[in-house]
């Protein structure tokens, strides 16, 4: 079970560029969750997509968009990137009927310049 | 809003030691599950620990346990017999489930550093 995969892993972006993030949940999971964690911080949450609709948003503006698959493997879209946005952004997956403990990935470190 | 506290930014332990982590959380719900994950270098957040409120039994996961005071609102780590892969950073976090899903609010963590 190769667990929740990111990709990528890092990268590099420049102010005002869009960037696209890609989650796959642990195997048998239904629902994915994103999270921020900007540098000394915890994580925070921007939004979790089960059914391929959008079920809750944290605090986010709405340069902060995501999307759902059949397969339920996940994008999360940042617009208009700003230097703020520099950031580790952490996927979790879980199977919402059971209310299952989360599973998370190792991040996507997206550096604003 | 829920808020989680973290008041130490950093702990120091000597291998096979104990140590505590301290959190405290502020909440006008009854019902909600309280978690500590460990974040080592490689990112990944790796679940610890996790205290259902209901329960008055404190958790146990083999080295590690919790003292959980609901009154209080406080949910801390104990970390027996500390060993060197214990080096991390430490979050406590908050959950209220809402229809079935589960938003976690996280401290600002802890960094746990294991002495030789």
């Known amino acids: 079970d190769a667990g929740v995969t990111q990709s990528p892993t890092h990268l590099i972006k420049t102010r005002g560029q869009q960037v696209t993030l890609r989650c796959s949940p642990k195997?048998?999971?239904?629902?994915v969750s994103w999270y921020q964690q900007a540098l000394g911080q915890g994580p925070q949450f921007i939004f979790q997509?089960?059914?391929?609709?959008?079920?809750q948003r944290g605090n986010f503006p709405d340069r902060f968009s995501g999307h759902q698959f059949p397969n339920y493997s996940s994008e999360l879209n940042v617009n208009a990137l700003l230097l703020g946005d520099s950031a580790l952004y952490l996927c979790?997956?879980?199977?919402?009927?059971?209310?299952?403990?989360?599973?998370f990935g190792s991040g996507t470190q997206l550096s604003v310049l | 809003a829920q808020t989680v506290t973290q008041s130490q930014p950093e702990m120091s332990v000597q291998e096979a030691e104990t140590v505590t982590l301290s959190c405290t959380y502020d909440t006008s719900e009854s019902d909600y599950y309280l978690f500590w994950y460990k974040q080592p270098p490689s990112r990944q957040m790796i679940l610890v620990i996790r205290q259902e409120a209901y329960k008055q039994q404190n958790a146990t996961e083999n080295r590690f346990s919790v003292n959980f005071q609901k009154a209080a609102k406080s949910f801390s780590l104990k970390i027996s017999d500390s060993q060197l892969g214990d080096a991390a950073m430490y979050f406590c976090a908050y959950s209220f489930p809402q229809g079935g899903s589960e938003k976690l609010v996280f401290g600002k963590g802890t960094k746990l550093t294991v002495n030789p």
């Open positions: 997509y089960y059914e391929e609709e959008e079920r």
């Open positions: 979790a997956s879980s199977l919402r009927a059971l209310n299952e403990k989360l599973f």
């Open positions: 195997s048998g999971h239904d629902t």
